[in-house]
């Protein structure tokens, strides 16, 4: 059932942690103002700090469904908007010609009619907005599609509408709640951006990232959770091929729970962090000595808290 829209920036944090996701506090504003003006919200940020699970949470938490968009090169019209279902066109001649009944005019007119159109997320999102079930749109990892696609996608967005020659125009009186996100392995376009609310999703704070491992994992030891925060913190601060993201934080802290450990060590963590890092270099250069490294330097520092704690 579709729930009402948060009325600040509070209530939409609130909401997105009813969902399972904690927002920074000027991604909690993006998108509360997203919502309220009717804006499409782009999202950019690296891999894994929770750009794509903004739109999923938005889905259950407003109770809309969710209509996703994948992009990849070569991403066209066809398989974003609409296409004609061809095959089935032809069959319905061949019948048509062995039943003799092969009035072009009556012909042509059930062959564009609705049963045989093939309709993609664009036009879905667009359907559903107009029968007043406005969807959450996601449109998913721009950057990897082409830039004649962002053409197309921006006169979508401006009008919120999709012309089938054949058959008219689809309008969404309502828009869909639209999410944009981007890796940024290339520049989305001015124009795009110009459309959009814009949030830059950073990894995590020490404290967010550690609310949002006792949100996932309730029954992992509260030391054991600081010290892995501490540890993900440091590592992401060198100059890793990969850095993990939030998702790869939260499979390295259940499989160190799965593993029973209650608090870091190093035998642990080198038989674990094929779950944190992805890359064989950022392993081989954080495995043995450097871990050792960390794994000292995230202790004292939390040895050090409890000193100041109980001063
Ligand atoms: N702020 C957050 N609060 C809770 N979980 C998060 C948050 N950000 C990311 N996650 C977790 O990380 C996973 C990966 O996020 P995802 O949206 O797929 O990243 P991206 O699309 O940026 O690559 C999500 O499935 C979710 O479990
Ligand atoms: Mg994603």
């Known amino acids: 059932m579709t729930q009402p829209m948060p009325n600040s920036v509070a209530e939409t944090a609130a909401l997105l942690a009813k969902g399972g996701y904690l927002p920074s506090d000027s991604l909690a504003a993006s998108v509360f ?22 739109a999923k949470v938005l889905a259950a938490v407003l109770g ?17 908007a609409y296409e004609w279902n061809y095959s ?16 072009t005019a009556s012909l042509e007119r059930d062959l564009y009619s609705e049963s045989y159109l093939l309709k993609r997320p664009l036009l879905q999102a667009l359907e559903l907005s107009a029968e007043g079930k406005a969807p959450i749109l996601l449109i998913d990892e721009l950057d990897r599609a082409d830039e004649p696609f962002e053409a197309f996608l921006l006169e979508v967005l401006a009008d919120y509408q999709i012309t089938i020659p054949e058959l008219g125009t689809v309008r969404a009186a309502e828009p869909p709640i639209t999410v944009l996100t ?4 290339r520049e989305v376009h001015d124009a795009v951006r110009r459309r959009c609310f814009y949030c830059w999703i950073d990894y995590p704070s020490a404290a967010r990232e550690a609310d949002i491992l006792r949100l996932k994992l309730p029954n992992a030891p509260a030391a054991l959770t600081a010290e892995i925060v501490g540890f993900v913190q440091s590592i992401r601060a060198m100059d890793l091929y990969k850095s993990p ?31 944190l890092l992805k890359y064989q270099d950022d392993i081989a250069r954080i495995q043995g000595s450097e871990a050792a490294r960390l794994l000292e330097q995230v202790k004292s520092r939390a ?8 001063a």
């Open 33 to 54: 103002l997203a919502l309220k003006l009717q804006r499409p919200l782009l999202l950019e940020g690296e891999a894994g700090v929770g750009k794509t699970e903004v």
């Open 64 to 80: 809309r469904p969710l209509v996703r968009l994948q992009c990849y090169e070569g991403l066209d019209l066809s398989s974003a």
């Open 88 to 103: 089935r066109q032809l069959l319905h001649i061949r019948a048509s010609e062995a039943a003799g009944d092969v009035s």
């Open 182 to 185: 981007s890796n940024r392995t």
């Open 245 to 275: 993201g939030i998702a790869e934080t939260i499979n390295w802290a259940q499989a160190l729970t799965s593993l029973d450990c209650v608090a870091l060590d190093l035998e642990s963590v080198n038989s674990t962090l094929g779950t």
């Open 303 to 310: 040895r050090e808290a409890a000193f100041a704690a109980e």
